[in-house]
């Protein structure tokens, strides 16, 4: 049986049925796929764009707010806002113009202006941690403060939870498998063992976690607040505190990843919660959708950055090299839109419309599974929910990903997609933005329900 009790016999009779609709629907989509299959590896400008539901991509002509627009003239409600990245809408008028701006003004000189300053200034003030330094994207972020933890505890082994996500970091591509960390299936290319200096346990598991401090090897634990790609997954009541507590006892730090989970609050989970970590990592919606990331650091952690510093430098010839930063980093125009973001796009206003609206979806969610007699769950953190396929929210990485059923999901998607919604692709995860209303989140529910109801109605689709 299914994790989801569907058939897979229903879910294909559906699936294909949307599939040619798709096709019939979208033919300048798939003309350009075809002619982009010529100069572009899997018809993409990165292989991953071609990993949704649809039989060929969708072509994005524009986006503006809550919609985008295909190169068919099909307008769409966009619950997915780049998978993040767009997670105030597509395109604000505050970093439309601060583009416009800065664009006569230089937009990389590998020298810092007033904005620079000013962004540290917000983010201190946003965030709680003091000190601050600009990357090109998260995963960059997250390998840099991966290096000053190794750097200021002289270890080198990083902590991960099972199913995490942090990027492309190299050292985060682990799981746990019957209590042993191996490396995530699918890497390409992956020349070194991985499992030699990264451990990783299962979310939610304080035993596993103290065991693995207990080693004394551990440079840091790297985690998100709550799990977000592999499913999410909430931590449960007392384990982040326990968390900050035992990487302390153990001689760890503490690094916490808010990239996905900044649509909680305006301080994100760190601030809401009171989580107190060595390093804050941020990416993706820093800067409005213009590539950037940022990591803060505390007081100590800002002095021990510069003891290791000392150490590193010690037998080398003029300045050395940290391994960190990239040409582009905090470069003029990100650094521009990030301060017109900070101060005019992600505000206190816009989380108080955003995080209703998520309410209102997730409570939609379960009177559609209660409707159709499934046994299914709803998760919700902030202005971030998600149906899964069990009956009662994943506790750790491994139970959400028992509950995936693939084709359903990607088969859903699909439906959706015809009808002029998109969700996140990876699973059934959606985000509110400012500029979404009530009335596309109940056009989101009214379109599921028509879905299930259609599927359920295929004979055997109940197994």
């Known amino acids: 049986m299914t994790a989801s009790g569907i058939s897979e016999s229903a879910i294909s009779t559906f ?3 949307e599939r040619q609709r798709f096709i019939e629907q979208n033919p300048g989509s798939v003309a350009l796929a075809e002619r982009a299959r010529h100069s572009l590896f899997g018809g993409v400008p990165m292989h991953w764009m071609a990993d949704w539901s649809t039989p ?10 809550a919609r985008f627009h295909d190169i068919d003239g099909h307008a769409y409600i966009d619950f997915c806002l780049g998978d993040t990245g767009s997670m105030f809408g597509h395109s604000p008028d505050p970093i439309a113009k601060a583009i416009t701006e800065q664009g006569n ?23 709680g941690l003091p000190y601050w330094q600009v990357t090109a994207t998260a995963t960059d972020a997250n390998r840099y403060v991966l290096r000053w933890a190794r750097g200021i505890t002289e270890r080198k082994v990083l902590l991960v939870f099972d199913g995490c996500y942090h990027g492309t970091v190299d050292d985060v591509m682990v799981r746990c498998h019957e209590g042993q960390t191996q490396p995530r299936a699918g ?7 991985l499992t030699q200096y990264s451990r990783a346990i299962p979310f939610n598991d304080i035993d596993a976690l103290e065991a693995a401090l207990a080693k004394g090897d551990v440079a840091a634990l790297m985690c998100e607040p709550a799990m977000t790609n592999i499913g999410m997954v909430l931590p ?90 990239t040409t ?21 206003a816009a989380y108080a ?15 559609l599974i209660g409707k159709h007699d499934l046994q299914w769950s709803v998760t919700e953190l902030g202005a971030r929910c998600e149906f899964q ?20 999901q990607m088969a859903l998607h699909l439906y959706l997609i015809n009808r002029g919604i998109l969700i996140t692709p990876f699973h059934n995860m959606t985000l509110c933005c400012p500029h979404t209303s009530a009335a596309d989140v109940d056009t989101l529910i009214a379109t599921l329900d028509t879905a299930l109801a259609e599927l359920l109605a295929i004979p055997g689709a109940r197994e």
């Open 15 to 17: 699936a294909a049925r």
């Open 56 to 65: 060929s991509p969708l072509f994005v002509s524009r986006a503006k707010g």
């Open 105 to 127: 003004n230089g937009l990389t000189s590998m020298l810092p202006g007033e904005d620079a300053v000013v962004c540290g200034e917000l983010l201190a003030e946003r965030f």
């Open 187 to 193: 890497l390409i290319g992956q020349a070194y063992d």
């Open 236 to 325: 449960a009541p007392g384990f982040l505190a326990k968390c900050r507590e035992l990487t302390r006892q153990y001689g760890a730090l503490l690094i916490i990843d808010e990239t996905h989970t900044i649509s909680t609050d305006i301080g994100g989970c760190t601030r809401l919660w009171g989580l107190d970590p060595d390093f804050f990592v941020l990416g993706k919606p820093i800067a409005g959708g213009v590539p950037c990331g940022v990591f803060g650091c505390s007081a100590a952690m800002a002095e021990a950055m510069q003891l290791a510093r000392q150490r590193a430098n010690k037998d080398s010839h003029g300045h050395g090299h940290s391994g960190m930063g």
């Open 328 to 348: 582009l980093s905090a470069n003029a125009l990100a650094m521009h839109c990030m301060r017109a973001n900070l101060e005019q796009v992600m505000t206190p």
């Open 353 to 367: 419309h955003m995080l209703p609206l998520a309410k209102r979806l997730a409570d939609g969610f379960r009177g």
């Open 389 to 408: 396929f069990c009956p009662a929210p994943p506790r750790n990485g491994a139970e959400a990903e028992a509950a995936f059923h693939d084709s359903l």
